[in-house]
Structures are given as C-alpha cells and as structure tokens.
C-alpha cells in the first residue's frame, strides 16, 4: 500500500514480510530490495531474513507495529493479510518471511 511504502521509506516500518513461497525465501541478508509505488522507487537493504511457521510465530520475535505500523493488535494485522488474495492460505501453504529492512 501507499502507507506502507511511506512508512518502509522513513524506517517507521522496520519489517517488510511476504508469504515464504520459493521466491522470497531465496531472499537473504545483504541483498538489495528495490521497493515501487507508481513512479517513486527507493532501494534498502535486508538486514536478516527470517522464515516463520506462522503470523503467531513471527509475532514472538516482532511486534506488529514493526511490520504494519498503522496495526494495532494482532488480530488487525491477521486481517491485512486475509485481505489479499490467496495470501491466507499461502500463509498456511508456505508460513512467512520477515526482512529487517536497513
């Protein structure tokens, strides 16, 4: 979203996460993500890259406000994530991966 490109830009967001499927987990500490939002692009590195079982699983080592800072609970961040498409059972399929974002 908008918000989230604003806020990974500022550092206000300091964890970018995806579904773990094969393409994101091949992500690793070091490399370089290019983020896009329309004609605006800003790159940052990956400081560590984590795979979790779960979002209760993430949830032990990071707090929701660091990977949604517009989230409040955990339930609030369950819920951005149900509202993509096929991103649940995705989730289920392939757990996640959290990037701490430098």
């Given at each position: 979203s908008v918000y989230s490109f604003g806020a990974l830009r500022r550092g206000a967001k300091r964890i970018e996460t995806r579904a773990a499927t094969e393409k994101y987990r091949r992500i690793r500490a070091g490399d370089m993500?290019?983020?896009?939002?329309?004609?605006?692009?800003?790159?940052?590195?990956?400081?560590?890259?984590?795979v979790f079982r779960s979002i209760n699983a993430m949830l032990r080592k990071y707090r929701v406000k660091d990977i949604m800072p517009d989230r409040f609970s955990k339930k609030e961040l369950e819920n951005a994530y149900n509202s993509y498409a096929s991103y649940k059972d995705k989730i289920q399929q392939f757990g996640l991966v959290a990037f701490e974002i430098r």
């Open positions: 993500l290019v983020f896009v939002c329309g004609k605006k692009k800003f790159e940052r590195k990956v400081g560590k890259a984590s």
